[in-house]
């Protein structure tokens, strides 16, 4: 059993619904919905009852919740008291990861070396660097902006460009054209990432540098339910080029602005510290795969 799925599990459980425990876990709602699925199908048993407006635990799924912390706190002490630190590897990810094709060269990893234990733990941006300071993760994904320079206590390997991208409704009157200055969209509703993510505070930074402070009509999560917004309401949200171009559907068009962010998505560890035997592996192999891509 995928031990995430757990975790999962118990989101739902503490936030009451699918909705806000996605938002919090950062995916869209479907996602989770397939991820607790995958749970029931492997258990063999339903969790939740479905049939009313919110979903309701089950006797087995309430069963499970009372046991599933038990055995997610017996992994962690398996793993420190059994597992040779080199053969464990903790890595923080980023929520968008799968959007980079990294959630596959993850799965080929564990493939390729199946005696390492992987630990992965979904982080904001904002959270990244803490937790390889702190030793709690021994290697992290980061975005970094790509006009600053990096933390100098950091070893980086770069691996994605991407640059912030404008979606619009397909009814706005700019919507026609491939690239507009911000500044543009002065007087219309903006749709943001929630304040404790990098995305909003990188919006927030262009549309300053473009001589405005953003009217935000709403800010979310979800991707799916920002998108849903910016349509509904006729307004206007950020996102990498990378995920816009992923939720993109007929009634949006994607923007490139004069004002835009570049970023780099990268690999990170600690300068100073050499890295495990697993850490290397993952490090090599996939700065392999970049000289190949």
């Known amino acids: 059993m995928e031990l995430n799925l757990l ?12 909705s806000l425990a996605a938002d919090s876990l950062y995916m869209n709602q479907s996602t989770l919905s397939k991820q ?3 749970l029931e199908q492997e258990l063999g048993v339903l969790l939740f009852d479905r049939s ?46 799968c959007h980079y094709g990294l959630s596959d060269f993850i799965t080929a990893f564990r493939d390729s070396y199946p005696d390492i234990m992987l630990t992965l733990e979904e982080l904001d941006n904002a ?32 691996l994605f460009h991407d640059e912030l991208a404008l979606i619009v409704p397909a ?33 927030i930074k262009a549309c300053i540098q473009a001589g405005f402070e953003p009217n935000i009509l ?3 999560a979800s991707g799916e339910s920002m998108v849903q917004s910016a349509i509904q309401t006729n307004s206007v ?32 560890a600690l300068k100073d510290e050499p890295l495990s035997y697993s850490a290397k592996l993952f490090w090599n192999m996939l700065k392999s795969k970049k000289t190949a891509g």
């Open 237 to 268: 949200a950020m996102f990498m080029r990378k995920i816009a171009l992923d939720l993109q559907n007929p009634e949006l068009s994607i923007l490139s602005f004069d004002e835009t962010v570049e970023t780099i998505i990268a690999l990170a």
């Open 36 to 38: 607790i699925k995958k």
């Open 7 to 18: 975790n999962y599990f118990l989101e739902i459980v503490k936030a009451g619904n699918f």
């Open 171 to 203: 009814s706005h009157p700019l919507s026609h054209r491939t690239h507009v200055s911000l500044q543009e969209f002065k007087n219309d509703s903006f749709i943001f990432l929630s304040k404790d993510t990098s995305l909003y505070d990188s919006s």
């Open 52 to 97: 009313h407006r919110t979903p309701v635990l089950t006797k087995e799924g309430l069963a499970l919740s009372k046991e599933a912390p038990k055995l997610l706190a017996q992994y962690q002490n398996l793993l420190k008291a059994v597992i040779p630190n080199s053969r464990h590897l903790h890595i923080g990810i980023l929520p968008v990861m």
């Open 127 to 158: 959270q990244m660097e803490e937790a390889l300071s702190s030793r709690r993760c021994e290697l992290a994904f980061l975005r970094l902006n790509a006009k600053e320079e990096p933390n100098a206590s950091l070893k980086i390997l770069p």
């Open 218 to 220: 709403y800010m979310g």
